[in-house]
């Protein structure tokens, strides 16, 4: 099955810096690709997806790259703010076989 | 708009005892997924739905049932609860239009087993 390796698992920045995390995943079939937010006490949130047929797509601050190639993608997210401070996960999906990488703490500090 | 609801929110067992999760959806979705969230390791898949009527085992399906109750609810069975199954639970539900759709989450259950 798919195996999904997220890094860093924490990450703190200063306000108005970028954060990237980056996944890597292992089934060359994985055709869509989403990034979720969880904050604290709540389910996930879908931020941002990409489909294996694109290579980059922003939204606003945020952006997500995909090298099927290397079969890794990447969350991009500019000028941080106070309030992107969350959980993120990105997953790996494949028909009905979505897998999660671990999580990576973000924190923006003022 | 409620999207996906989930009941309870928190839960406390004793070892042996037994339990059923409530979810129920009402975007009109074909497919429903159960999920565990444990510190470090991400959301794994516990049993999924793609369809009413049916029902299949996902990566981590062992001490769980799931019924499909009708389109709209979906939910998931403890009959002894371990204490291996504390954990946050989350349902989830997705539209059709193939496999390049996101996953809708529910807000969790959060379970301990003593």
């Known amino acids: 099955g798919e195996n999904v390796e997220q890094h860093p698992s924490t990450l703190s920045v200063q306000e108005g810096d970028s954060a990237v995390i980056k996944c890597t995943y292992s089934?060359?079939?994985?055709?869509?690709f989403p990034w979720y937010k969880q904050e604290l006490g709540k389910g996930p949130q879908l931020i941002i997806d990409i489909r294996s047929n694109v290579g980059e797509k922003k939204d606003q601050r945020i952006a997500v790259t995909l090298n099927k190639t290397a079969k890794h993608f990447s969350l991009h997210i500019t000028e941080t703010q106070p309030e992107d401070s969350a959980v993120y996960f990105c997953?790996?999906?494949?028909?009905?076989?979505?897998?999660f990488g671990a999580g990576t703490r973000l924190t923006v500090k003022p | 708009n409620a999207g996906v609801t989930q009941t309870p929110k928190f839960q406390v067992l004793k070892t042996g005892q037994s339990m059923t999760l409530q979810c129920a959806q009402d975007m009109n979705h074909n497919s429903m997924y159960w999920y565990r969230q444990d510190p470090g390791m991400g959301l794994r898949l516990i049993y999924y739905s793609a369809s009413e009527g049916t029902t299949d085992k996902g990566e981590v399906p062992n001490g769980y049932n799931v019924s499909r109750l009708n389109k709209r609810e979906f939910s998931l069975r403890l009959e002894s609860a371990a204490p291996s199954q504390t954990s946050v639970y989350f349902c989830?539900?997705?539209?059709?239009?193939?496999?390049?759709?996101?996953?809708?989450f529910g807000d969790g259950t959060r379970l301990s087993i003593l």
């Open positions: 997953a790996a999906s494949e028909v009905n076989d979505m897998r």
């Open positions: 989830a539900s997705k539209g059709t239009g193939g496999n390049n759709q996101p996953q809708h």
């Open positions: 089934d060359s079939a994985s055709n869509y």
